[in-house]
């Protein structure tokens, strides 16, 4: 029998309240397949963790983790420690240290999904953001500190082995589905980076005739991702492109409750991690109100990873009949659900699903 050994990180807020929801529909999914399971391994860290140790993961915290097939990641930050140190030393740390070069973030409207749009498009999208360099490279300085001639610089980053690779592996995957290939940058405003990375992304190109591609500008692409999202198929993008554009995918898509993110090192060198991509929400937290279909989507994302793709689809596809179904949802979605009864309504209609 197959085991993946999943180490957790549920985090801080609403994070192991979804996270929670997403073990107990791992587990069922492994009981009712029989031909492999999951060991997971709980971590403390996060923000509570920092208030009590001055740290927000342990010092070989990352060597642990190295040990593990996968990382199931809840959300990190609450107010009290300052989120550039909740990201950094967290977060960033396990996404940089395991270089997981590859940041996949689906845009699909499932059905059920509220979407505010009034025609509701079909939107299909897989957007594939740099996220181990670029703008979040943490390259800069901070001169004359509180002096009248202060001055920051934050510098991106782009290197031709992080250009590269992102834009190869968006090509193949573009290659692989039979789908178009979208390349999102501002080379005329960002005369270095930019135009850089249009120019490796048509350099690589030259190696995938067969993928029908396009460039955009970020603020062009801003504009088409509301007034015309079925243009986009495959998205490749930079650290922080991405990171906006999917935040404004997911409101077209179902909102932050539904928004999944995995953070793939494709060599498998490192352990990948999958994470919902919203935040602890304190405003909400402790109170039940937390939607976990973003926390199982991202499950539905790391059953694919470990080649159990038709679980994946399974459980996107339940995720999808709750959202039709429209009972058993959180206030997010307009229903009255808590989060374990949304949780449990997944394991129900999974259970049901099976002859
Ligand atoms: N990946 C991460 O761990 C991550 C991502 C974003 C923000 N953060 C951190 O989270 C903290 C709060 O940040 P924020 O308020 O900007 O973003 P947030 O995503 O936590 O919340 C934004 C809004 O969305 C709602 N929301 C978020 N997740 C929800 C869910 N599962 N169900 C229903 N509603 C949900 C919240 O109630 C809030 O109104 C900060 O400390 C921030 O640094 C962490």
Redesign the pocket.
């Given at each position: 029998m197959d085991v993946y050994k999943i180490a957790l990180i549920p985090?801080?807020?609403?994070?192991p309240e979804?996270i929670d929801e997403g073990v107990k529909v791992l587990e069922k999914i492994a009981e009712m397949d029989g031909g492999f399971r999951f060991e997971f391994t709980r971590f403390p860290w996060g923000?509570e963790f920092y208030s009590e140790t001055g740290k927000m993961m342990d010092e070989d915290g990352m060597e642990q983790l190295s040990e593990f097939d996968a990382i199931y990641?809840?959300?990190?930050?609450?107010?009290g420690?300052p989120?550039h140190i909740?990201?950094w030393d967290l977060?960033l740390k396990i996404r940089k240290g395991f270089d997981q070069y590859i940041n996949l973030r689906p845009i699909k409207l499932l059905n059920g999904a509220p979407c505010p749009l009034t025609e509701k498009p079909d939107i299909d999208m897989l957007v594939i953001r740099e996220n181990s360099e670029g703008e979040y490279a943490g390259a800069g300085d901070w001169l004359f500190k509180d002096k009248p001639e202060e001055v920051v610089l934050q510098t991106g980053v782009f290197s031709r082995k992080g250009t590269e690779r992102v834009i190869r592996y968006a090509y193949e995957e573009a290659r692989a589905a039979g789908k178009t290939l979208t390349s999102i940058s501002k080379g005329n405003a960002l005369n270095y980076s930019m135009v850089f990375w249009d120019q490796v992304f048509e350099e690589v190109g030259k190696e995938y005739p067969d993928v029908k591609t396009a460039s955009y500008l970020v603020d062009a692409a801003s504009m088409f991702f509301v007034l015309d999202p079925t243009r986009f198929e495959i998205v490749v993008t930079s650290n922080l492109f991405g990171d906006i554009l999917t935040d404004l995918g997911a409101a077209l898509t179902g909102?932050?409750?539904l928004a999944a993110g995995a953070n793939i090192n494709p060599e498998k060198s490192y352990p990948s991690m999958f994470?919902?991509?919203?935040?602890?929400?304190?405003?909400?937290a402790g109170k039940e109100?937390?939607?976990?279909?973003?926390?199982l989507w991202s499950a539905s994302q790391m059953l694919d990873f470990f080649g159990q793709e038709d679980w994946g689809k399974r459980l996107l596809n339940t995720i999808e009949d709750l959202m039709v179904e429209n009972k058993v949802l959180?206030?997010?979605m307009k229903g009255q659900a808590t989060t374990k009864e949304v949780g449990d309504q997944v394991v129900e209609m999974l259970t049901a699903k099976v002859v």
């Open positions: 985090g801080d807020g609403v994070g979804v923000c990641l809840g959300a990190v930050g609450f107010p420690v989120d909740s990201l977060l909102g932050l409750g994470e919902p991509i919203h935040g602890s929400a304190p405003d909400i109100l937390a939607n976990p279909l973003a926390a959180t206030p997010d």
